[in-house]
């Protein structure tokens, strides 16, 4: 029993010098500084640290980190549903000006005039050219590529010979030097 006192002493001796030796960096609430002692802020925020609440250091959080009271939890609830209805709004944006756009293109404002070659025919597929992995064409003289929408019409993918077209749900298969227009479409006004 009499070796047993002075054993667990040197145990206990042992363990308070590792926490010492290997505590982290910046401080605990243990962690004493140089200053002194009678200055109000230094057992303001000692007093802080030891009722566990969270306190910034070096981007750290220390301490306990509390729960979060009602309040706090309905305005997080309330940002959340605001946050949503604003993407709905966004949505419903997009969607107006998309289904603008696709009746700006039907209308008389949104064709092109008759081109200048008197063929007739309107937004015809002169040429796809391919460099490396990207591939575009040129449909009357303007490029484009994959995802582009000409006249309504959405580009799904370009290949070697052909281009595929996704007109208003339906897909279509035009080779160079045919029309993306279906053959009802005419560029002759109507009187």
Do not use: H
């Amino acid at each position: 029993m009499r070796r047993i006192v002075p054993i667990l002493a040197l145990i206990v001796a042992l363990g308070i010098g590792a926490y010492f030796l290997f505590r982290p960096k910046g401080g605990g609430a243990s962690g004493k500084t140089k200053k002194s002692k009678s200055s109000t802020s230094d057992t303001n925020a000692s007093a802080a640290k030891t009722a566990g609440t969270k306190t910034r250091r070096a981007g750290k959080t220390t301490g306990r980190v509390r729960p979060k009271s009602k309040k706090e939890l309905r305005a997080e609830k309330k940002a959340r549903r605001k946050e949503e209805r604003r993407r709905r709004r966004e949505e419903r944006r997009r969607e107006r000006e998309q289904r603008r756009r696709l009746k700006e293109a039907r209308s008389k404002r949104g064709r092109r005039k008759k081109s200048k070659r008197g063929q007739g025919q309107a937004y015809i597929v002169s040429a796809i050219v391919s460099l490396g992995s990207d591939s575009y064409a040129l449909v009357d003289g303007r490029r484009v590529a994959e995802g582009d929408v000409v006249m309504g019409r959405r580009i799904v993918s370009i290949k070697s010979d052909r281009i595929e077209v996704d007109a208003f749900g339906r897909r279509q298969s035009v080779r160079v030097g045919e029309s993306m227009m279906p053959p009802t479409y005419s560029t002759k006004r109507r009187r």
